[in-house]
């Protein structure tokens, strides 16, 4: 399996912006796909995942009810729309694919390059 990320740019603060996570390979129903982000100098953390075969979500406390996670099994895509972006939501954003439902990164064996999200004036 593999995952490319894409969609990151600059962004005004208050902007959105929508990042896609394309897979390769099949994805199993019990499969969790999640996003991650790390900005410079600090450690990955965790944004947001979601089942592949189901519409169960979880999202860190900083991104609740800004942004939102789904997928499109059709095109083996996972997405995440980010609205009401604030700078300190500047990182690289990744994509990862597992099996445990898990806010942790070790829980996650398959990673997308990452998508470099940058929100300033």
């Known amino acids: 399996v593999q995952l490319q990320a894409s969609g990151g740019g600059l962004v005004q603060p208050g902007g959105s912006l929508k990042l896609s996570c394309a897979a390769s390979g099949r994805i199993y129903s019990s499969a969790v796909m999640a996003w991650f982000r790390q900005a410079p100098g600090k450690e990955r953390e965790f944004v947001a995942l979601?089942?592949?075969?189901?519409?169960?979500?979880d999202y860190a406390d900083s991104v609740k009810g800004r942004f939102t996670i789904s997928r499109d099994s059709a095109k083996n895509t996972v997405y995440l729309q980010m609205s009401t972006l604030k700078p300190e939501d500047t990182a690289v954003y990744y994509c990862?694919?597992?099996?445990?439902?898990?806010?942790?990164?070790?829980?996650?064996?398959?990673w997308g390059q990452g998508t470099q999200v940058t929100v300033s004036s």
């Open positions: 990862a694919r597992g099996i445990q439902w898990a806010r942790q990164t070790d829980a996650y064996n398959y």
């Open positions: 979601t089942r592949w075969s189901r519409d169960s979500t």
